[in-house]
Protein backbone atom coordinates (compact mmCIF):
# COMPACT_ATOMS: atom_id res chain seq x y z
CA UNK A 1 0.00 0.00 0.00
CA UNK A 2 1.43 3.22 -1.04
CA UNK A 3 0.03 6.67 0.40
CA UNK A 4 1.19 9.66 -0.71
CA UNK A 5 0.18 13.55 1.00
CA UNK A 6 0.64 16.89 -0.73
CA UNK A 7 -0.74 20.45 -0.58
CA UNK A 8 0.58 21.37 2.66
CA UNK A 9 1.64 24.60 3.38
CA UNK A 10 2.15 27.99 5.81
CA UNK A 11 -1.48 29.80 5.54
CA UNK A 12 -2.28 32.41 7.51
CA UNK A 13 -5.33 31.89 10.24
CA UNK A 14 -8.42 32.79 8.06
CA UNK A 15 -7.43 31.05 4.78
CA UNK A 16 -7.56 27.96 3.07
CA UNK A 17 -5.74 24.46 2.00
CA UNK A 18 -6.52 21.67 0.30
CA UNK A 19 -4.38 18.52 0.82
CA UNK A 20 -4.18 15.37 -1.74
CA UNK A 21 -3.63 11.96 -1.09
CA UNK A 22 -2.74 9.51 -3.96
CA UNK A 23 -3.56 6.05 -3.23
CA UNK A 24 -2.10 2.75 -4.25
CA UNK A 25 -0.95 -0.90 -4.68
CA UNK A 26 -4.22 -2.18 -2.89
CA UNK A 27 -7.20 -4.35 -3.93
CA UNK A 28 -9.35 -3.49 -1.07
CA UNK A 29 -12.98 -3.39 -1.97
CA UNK A 30 -14.42 -1.35 0.78
CA UNK A 31 -12.94 0.67 3.23
CA UNK A 32 -12.33 3.86 5.28
CA UNK A 33 -9.61 5.88 4.20
CA UNK A 34 -8.96 9.13 6.49
CA UNK A 35 -6.84 12.07 7.20
CA UNK A 36 -4.83 12.26 10.50
CA UNK A 37 -3.41 14.90 11.91
CA UNK A 38 -0.71 14.74 14.74
CA UNK A 39 0.74 18.20 16.35
CA UNK A 40 4.25 18.45 18.57
CA UNK A 41 3.74 16.87 21.92
CA UNK A 42 -0.14 15.62 21.17
CA UNK A 43 -1.67 12.26 20.33
CA UNK A 44 -2.73 11.69 16.43
CA UNK A 45 -6.32 12.88 15.86
CA UNK A 46 -8.44 11.44 13.12
CA UNK A 47 -9.87 14.54 11.57
CA UNK A 48 -11.75 13.16 9.02
CA UNK A 49 -13.05 9.94 7.57
CA UNK A 50 -14.74 8.63 4.77
CA UNK A 51 -16.38 4.52 3.85
CA UNK A 52 -15.93 4.54 0.58
CA UNK A 53 -18.19 1.96 -0.06
CA UNK A 54 -21.30 4.61 0.56
CA UNK A 55 -19.45 7.49 0.99
CA UNK A 56 -20.50 8.16 4.61
CA UNK A 57 -18.15 10.99 6.32
CA UNK A 58 -17.34 11.37 9.68
CA UNK A 59 -15.46 14.26 11.43
CA UNK A 60 -13.79 15.39 14.32
CA UNK A 61 -15.54 18.21 16.35
CA UNK A 62 -12.46 20.50 16.02
CA UNK A 63 -13.03 20.70 12.39
CA UNK A 64 -17.01 20.24 11.58
CA UNK A 65 -18.16 22.60 9.32
CA UNK A 66 -14.56 24.28 8.26
CA UNK A 67 -12.85 21.02 6.82
CA UNK A 68 -14.60 18.51 3.73
CA UNK A 69 -13.64 15.36 2.77
CA UNK A 70 -14.20 14.04 -0.31
CA UNK A 71 -12.72 10.85 -2.81
CA UNK A 72 -12.00 10.60 -6.48
CA UNK A 73 -12.63 7.15 -6.96
CA UNK A 74 -11.27 7.02 -10.46
CA UNK A 75 -8.26 8.37 -9.43
CA UNK A 76 -8.71 6.83 -6.77
CA UNK A 77 -7.22 10.07 -4.89
CA UNK A 78 -9.03 11.14 -1.31
CA UNK A 79 -8.89 15.00 -0.51
CA UNK A 80 -9.12 17.45 2.45
CA UNK A 81 -10.62 21.04 1.77
CA UNK A 82 -10.03 22.98 5.33
CA UNK A 83 -11.28 26.32 5.09
CA UNK A 84 -11.35 29.01 8.31
CA UNK A 85 -7.88 27.73 9.55
CA UNK A 86 -6.93 28.45 12.84
CA UNK A 87 -3.10 28.16 14.62
CA UNK A 88 -4.46 25.24 16.62
CA UNK A 89 -5.29 23.44 13.20
CA UNK A 90 -1.20 23.12 13.10
CA UNK A 91 0.50 19.55 12.48
CA UNK A 92 1.17 17.32 10.08
CA UNK A 93 -1.28 15.82 8.18
CA UNK A 94 -1.34 11.91 7.27
CA UNK A 95 -3.49 9.76 4.81
CA UNK A 96 -4.67 6.31 6.34
CA UNK A 97 -6.30 3.49 5.43
CA UNK A 98 -8.22 1.04 7.74
CA UNK A 99 -9.33 -2.10 6.08
CA UNK A 100 -12.55 -2.87 8.84
CA UNK A 101 -16.03 -1.65 7.82
CA UNK A 102 -16.90 -1.43 11.47
CA UNK A 103 -17.77 2.06 11.79
CA UNK A 104 -16.74 1.43 16.11
CA UNK A 105 -13.46 2.66 16.19
CA UNK A 106 -12.93 4.82 12.96
CA UNK A 107 -11.93 7.79 15.09
CA UNK A 108 -9.41 5.85 16.84
CA UNK A 109 -6.05 6.18 14.98
CA UNK A 110 -4.52 3.30 16.42
CA UNK A 111 -7.24 1.41 14.00
CA UNK A 112 -5.36 2.03 10.97
CA UNK A 113 -3.13 -0.01 9.52
CA UNK A 114 -1.55 2.12 6.17
CA UNK A 115 -0.07 5.46 6.93
CA UNK A 116 1.48 7.74 4.16
CA UNK A 117 4.52 9.94 5.25
CA UNK A 118 2.37 12.99 6.14
CA UNK A 119 1.98 17.05 4.69
CA UNK A 120 3.26 19.65 7.46
CA UNK A 121 0.58 22.25 7.64
CA UNK A 122 1.01 25.62 9.40
CA UNK A 123 -0.92 28.19 10.68
CA UNK A 124 0.47 31.30 11.59
CA UNK A 125 0.80 35.05 10.81
Known amino acids: VQLVESGGGLVQPGGSLRLSCAAS????????MSWIRQAPGKEPEVVSA????????DYADSVKGRFTISRDSTKNTLYLQMNDLKPEDTARYYC???????????????????WGPGTQVTVSS
Open 50 to 57: VRTGDGVT
Open 25 to 32: GFTFREYY
Open 96 to 114: AIRASLNPSGVRSYLEYEY
